[in-house]
């Protein structure tokens, strides 16, 4: 147990020390995947569908983001799921890491609601001056 822990620091550590594993790891693991997502249930237009197309590689922040706007979702919404299916996605690799169960996982998660909510309020209150920014603009 106790190598197994190392390891996955080890791994952590060397992830964080290296940008582009990271950026790879993000294309692989989310971006391709919600893009073919998108593509094939036809969120968005036509020109919106092929502009997503052309991105490559993509993020999955991307595809999420397009995902978003398809649907019109509130900005409160989007950082919302963002921030659940980053903790949900982190609290899966820690269970793999240090095997505590599924149940701790998921109890994990629920304690992290409050904060997660905390968060989403902070975002939006940042989120005000930049759209206000931007309607300036128009």
Same mark, same amino acid.
């Given at each position: 147990?106790?190598?197994?822990?190392?390891?996955?620091?080890?791994?952590?550590?060397?992830?964080?020390?290296?940008?582009?594993?990271?950026?790879?790891?993000?294309?692989?693991?989310?971006?391709?995947?919600? =893009?073919? #997502?998108? &593509?094939?249930?036809?969120?968005?237009?036509?020109?919106? $569908?092929?502009?997503? *197309?052309?991105?490559? /590689? !993509?993020?999955?922040?991307?595809?999420?983001?397009?995902?978003?706007?398809?649907?019109?979702?509130?900005?409160?919404?989007?950082?919302?799921?963002?921030?659940?299916?980053?903790?949900?996605?982190?609290?899966? =690799?820690? #269970?793999? &890491?240090?095997?505590?169960?599924?149940?701790?996982?998921? $109890?994990?998660?629920? *304690?992290?609601?409050? /904060? !997660?909510?905390?968060?989403?309020?902070?975002?939006?209150?940042?989120?005000?001056?930049?759209?206000?920014?931007?309607?300036?603009?128009?």
């Amino acid at each position: 147990m106790k190598s197994r822990r190392s390891n996955a620091r080890t791994t952590t550590t060397s992830r964080a020390a290296n940008p582009p594993e990271l950026r790879r790891e993000t294309e692989q693991t989310g971006g391709w995947s919600l =893009a073919q #997502l998108c &593509a094939s249930l036809e969120w968005g237009d036509d020109a919106r $569908r092929a502009t997503l *197309a052309a991105i490559k /590689p !993509i993020a999955q922040l991307t595809a999420f983001a397009f995902a978003a706007c398809a649907h019109e979702a509130s900005a409160e919404s989007v950082f919302a799921a963002y921030a659940f299916s980053w903790v949900e996605n982190q609290v899966a =690799a820690a #269970l793999k &890491a240090v095997p505590f169960g599924q149940l701790a996982g998921q $109890r994990i998660i629920v *304690a992290l609601r409050g /904060p !997660i909510d905390a968060a989403v309020q902070r975002a939006r209150f940042l989120h005000r001056p930049i759209a206000s920014i931007r309607s300036r603009r128009n």
